[in-house]
């Protein structure tokens, strides 16, 4: 592989672990607030063709990613009544939720398949940076939402861990009622981190037919969504983590797309494996070594005041 | 991510005593709500409702080719779900039947292409044991993985669906490719020999097997002592262990047994209906195994007749098509179905919790 190559394949990773950080920054801001969300998937793939529909109305791109935010936030809704409201088991919910997202994804979706999105969204080099040899190419062009991705784990981690409302969610995740007995309304934060994550689930689908493809197939997520999921556990639930991890993947996935431009001889279709085996391994060598570290105590656990 | 067994929270949602028909009203309630809100949904996708559902009724039970259709796709539904329901009865969140149905296919498929001379008798019974072993080994990996380094199922069953039905499009394209279908993701034909027999109509074997395997289940679940192992460690981790269960042995076994069954869901689908692998050949039987797990409480005789009327939506869906309608149709609806369920339960059961608090409160009032 030649430096030339490498710095493309570096690129490309980036571009393809950026619906990873934007799914997964949202799941771990979920989970942080003590409420799982296994409905990333289906969520995504609704994102992706309520954004992909809204930028064939209207030809303006940032319209689409306004009605993917807005689609995923209306699901995230969904999920935090169910969870919160009605304390119902968050696995089961979740697992509905990706199957409602998945089904409902592809009914809405059949009109919009084979048609070119009509205002994609491009690259646009930074001026200065991007000719910064080697990290300008990798980093800085790229388009919009890549460059909004980068700040996200960065402002999350911040409002985590620096501020007063990060602190309550985290207390809502860690210990609700400790939390409450702060005066911390435990329901509204959880709709809020619930919502919030959704609301960048539906973005990170958005991302995928707005940039990525730029298209709408059925089912193009692809399983991305409950990688992200895992991305979160890979992180042990920090945003810094989880960025780094999400390149990590995009990597892994690139890689299984263009080892046979660089020459190695292996069926595409093992390739296109790659990102579940690596995402199976990590996990594996992640729950053996640290046994779940960093997950927040209250993870899963309904909470209602009166009990 | 959760990591610890946990039963399916459905036993106590609805009082024991009084209730099943409550329950079933409950659930018709839910399931009204649910074909009100994919109603909703059709209107505004610009569709019209009613005439939907009434194709889709027709489509799905119309006439006696229907029937025989819906029930030819009761049958992989049937199996899958009652091998999630048999994981979830322990608190083992399988969601893997996508993938093991598909090894289990491609198992059951390896005996047919590669050893097409042998006779009916040696082909079909070795196709089943062969899927069923697919789908065992299949589901072990995961259940290994949980029982000795804690790995969560969830996570590591789903990224082994995609594994899976990747490998069945490397063959599909690859070695299995039916030259006279140049690029179409097909095998060879299987030979006549290894096509399950017909016992009525479209309706094959496989049936039987689906049959066998809700009574077996019932049988195991409800009659054995490793069947109450079983469902202790479902409703109660810590009494089990206490008890002395082996519960790392248990994981291994059930998820394999559960595998087991999504793997004949394959050799049904394989043998029964298409008689040659193809991309695709779960068409996501194994997560509305899922759903069919959950509205049957994870009861077998209600997994075979929940699976019955999931088939009925599907077919129903496909049928509609031609109509115009997506038949994706379907599968919203049944994961409506399974949303609608799950908010009726909640709700009853902490309107009943409520009560009862108030109850015992007025009694601490009211005094001895």
């Known amino acids: ?307 | 991510m959760v990591t610890t067994a946990r039963a399916l929270d459905v036993a106590p949602a609805v009082g024991r005593g009084v209730a099943w028909a409550e329950a079933l009203l409950i659930r018709l309630g839910a399931a009204l709500a649910a074909l009100a809100a994919g109603a909703v949904v059709m209107r505004a996708a610009g569709y019209d409702p009613w005439m939907a559902y009434r194709e889709m009724a027709a489509g799905a039970l119309g006439s006696w080719y229907a029937v025989e259709q819906t029930l030819v796709k009761a049958i992989p539904l049937a199996l899958s779900g009652l091998g999630v329901s048999l994981a979830f009865t322990m608190g083992l969140w399988n969601i893997g039947a996508e993938g093991q149905l598909a090894v289990g296919a491609l198992a059951a498929g390896w005996l047919a292409l590669g050893a097409p001379g042998l006779p009916a008798w040696a082909m079909v019974p070795g196709m089943v044991a062969l899927g069923a072993a697919g789908g065992a080994a299949w589901a072990a990996i995961p259940g290994v993985l949980r029982a000795a380094v804690g790995m969560n199922e969830i996570l590591s069953t789903l990224m082994l669906n995609y594994v899976g039905l990747l490998w069945v499009d490397y063959l599909v394209f690859g070695h299995w490719a039916d030259p006279t279908a140049f690029s179409f993701p097909y095998s060879r034909r299987f030979p006549d020999s290894a096509q399950l027999p017909p016992l009525m109509g479209a309706v094959h074997l496989g049936a039987v097997l689906a049959l066998a395997a809700a009574v077996g289940l019932w049988l195991l679940l409800r009659h054995t002592a490793w069947g109450y192992e079983i469902r202790l460690i479902g409703t109660s981790p810590r009494a089990a262990r206490y008890r002395g269960a082996p519960v790392a042995r248990n994981v291994v076994a059930v998820m394999a047994l559960s595998g087991a069954l999504a793997g004949l869901a394959g050799v049904a689908e394989v043998g029964g209906v298409v008689h040659r692998l193809q991309q695709g050949i779960s068409q996501g039987y194994g997560y509305a195994a899922i759903i069919i797990a959950w509205l049957a409480r994870l009861h077998p005789w209600a997994v075979v007749l929940v699976a019955v009327l999931i088939a009925a939506l599907l077919n129903g869906g496909f049928v509609i098509q031609t109509t115009g309608v997506p038949a994706a149709i379907a599968s919203m609806l049944q994961a409506l179905l399974l949303t609608f369920v799950l908010a009726s339960e909640y709700v009853v059961r902490r309107h009943r919790r409520r009560r009862a608090v108030a109850a015992a409160r007025a009694g601490l009032r009211a005094g001895p």
């Open chain 1, 1 to 307: 592989m030649t430096a030339d190559q490498l710095v493309a394949l570096l690129a490309a990773a980036v571009t393809a672990g950026t619906p990873l950080v934007l799914a997964g920054v949202g799941e771990l801001l979920a989970e942080r607030s003590g409420v799982l969300n296994l409905g990333v998937e289906g969520v995504m793939l609704v994102g992706a063709v309520v954004g992909f529909a809204a930028v064939v109305a209207t030809a303006a791109p940032w319209l689409g990613v306004v009605a993917a935010v807005g689609a995923g936030a209306l699901l995230g809704v969904g999920h935090a009544f169910l969870t919160v409201t009605l304390g119902a088991e968050q696995v089961t919910t979740g697992l509905a939720l990706a199957l409602f997202g998945t089904g409902l994804s592809a009914f809405v979706g059949k009109p919009f398949i084979g048609i070119p999105n009509p205002a994609p969204f491009r690259a646009l080099a930074v001026p200065g940076l991007a000719d910064v040899p080697v990290l300008g190419p990798i980093f800085f062009r790229q388009d919009a939402l890549v460059y909004l991705s980068y700040m996200l784990p960065l402002v999350v981690w911040w409002w985590l861990v620096r501020t007063r409302p990060g602190l309550h969610l985290r207390a809502c995740g860690e210990n609700p009622e400790a939390a409450d007995a702060m005066g911390v309304d435990v329901a509204a934060v959880r709709y809020g981190a619930v919502v919030a994550g959704a609301a960048l689930a539906g973005l990170a689908g958005g991302y995928l037919s707005l940039a990525y493809t730029p298209a709408w197939t059925e089912n193009m997520t692809g399983g991305l969504g409950w990688i992200a999921i895992a991305l979160v556990v890979f992180a042990t639930w920090h945003p810094g983590r989880l960025l780094a991890g999400a390149y990590l993947f995009g990597a892994v996935d690139v890689l299984g797309f263009r080892a046979q431009l660089l020459g190695v001889q292996a069926s595409s279709i093992v390739l296109r494996m790659l990102p579940y085996l690596f995402t199976l391994t990590v996990l594996l060598v992640i729950t053996a070594l640290r046994q779940a570290a960093g997950m927040p105590g209250a993870l899963g656990r309904p909470y209602f005041r009166e009990e």
